[in-house]
């Protein structure tokens, strides 16, 4: 348990960059809980990585519960039955909640995943229509990722091709709505740094094509490599464990853009995919586990990704 000193110093390095005086951190913390920002969490078709990876982070645990009200958590609520249920009538029927969705909708296989008696689809299109602001953490909410790999049954898709094929979303009305966190699971800080940034400055972060902020989604994993200079020597490794870079046995930290991974890596800074030398498996890109890229719900700018499989060492640019 964080005291208040640590944890105003902690939440500080999670806003670097953000000029929020430490003063408007200090009245969210003594406001009473009925007037924080209420958030409710909901699971669809998924593995329960997210939750996973958010709740075994004690220190971000405490510092999200201090600072917004988190009415609903499928693991976390005390309440269970009729009485939880109740809690999600009470977040549909006022509404403006921020509701964090964790896994993709299943639309063909509707039984596949359930909500509260109701079918994902039937209990999504409540839910994400009465919502404030929707965040969608890990990759088979952002993008599909694993739920929709090539060979599903239950036709799961991404939360944003949901509200637009099913909730009639515009693109606009996504990018009012919606900020995607994707990663296979979402790194802690990513979900606790974003929610933070908007609750402190009151208004959206700056995202990209797929709506995931900037802060956390603008660099490539390559950028901040520690074998970037190896790479940039050509000294690459022909199996997994094998000393040199990584890129010619597939690591896509070329074309990932995450810069969680090499700066804070995982497990409290303990390790990350690269370091333990087995390479970025590119969790984080719209492209994970897809048979085809299914996730582009807004045109693509300038941000048009590379494929790993058609490159070369000699084709990406230093």
Request: proline share 5%; aromatic share 8%.
């Amino acid at each position: 348990m964080l005291n208040r000193r640590e944890f105003l110093k902690t939440v500080s390095t999670l806003l670097a960059g953000l000029t929020i005086p430490v003063e408007k951190v200090e009245a969210f913390i003594d406001l009473p809980t009925s007037e924080k920002p209420k958030v409710a969490w909901l699971q669809n078709q998924d593995c329960t990585g997210c939750s996973t990876s958010f709740l075994n982070s004690n220190e971000l645990l405490q510092i999200i519960t201090e600072i917004v009200n988190v009415v609903a958590h499928p693991n976390l609520s005390f309440a269970s039955g009729h009485a939880y249920a109740s809690i999600w009538h009470d977040v549909i029927e006022k509404g403006g909640h921020i509701i964090v969705a964790e896994g993709s909708i299943p639309v063909k296989e509707l039984h596949a995943c359930h909500s509260l008696g109701m079918t994902a689809v039937e209990f999504g299109k409540e839910a994400f229509n009465s919502a404030g602001l929707i965040l969608c953490v890990g990759t088979c909410a952002s993008f599909g990722g694993i739920s929709a790999a090539a060979g599903n049954a239950t036709g799961a898709l991404s939360i944003p091709r949901f509200l637009k094929e099913h909730c009639a979303w515009t693109d606009t009305r996504l990018e009012e709505k919606v900020i995607t966190l994707p990663g296979c699971p979402v790194h802690p800080i990513e979900l606790v740094g974003t929610i933070l940034d908007l609750v402190l400055t009151g208004k959206l972060p700056e995202r990209n094509n797929y709506l995931s902020p900037l802060r956390f989604y603008g660099p490539l994993i390559h950028d901040h490599c520690p074998l970037r200079g190896l790479y940039e020597k050509r000294i690459f490794a022909s199996f997994p464990g094998d000393q040199g870079c990584l890129f010619e046995i597939g690591c896509k930290g070329t074309i990932t853009n995450r810069f969680i991974c090499p700066t804070r890596k995982w497990n409290d800074g303990a390790n990350w995919c690269v370091e333990a030398r087995f390479g970025c498996k590119g969790c984080a890109h719209p492209n994970f586990f897809a048979k085809k890229d299914d996730s582009m719900f807004i045109s693509h700018g300038s941000l048009d990704y590379l494929d790993w499989r058609k490159l070369t060492s000699k084709e990406v640019a230093l």
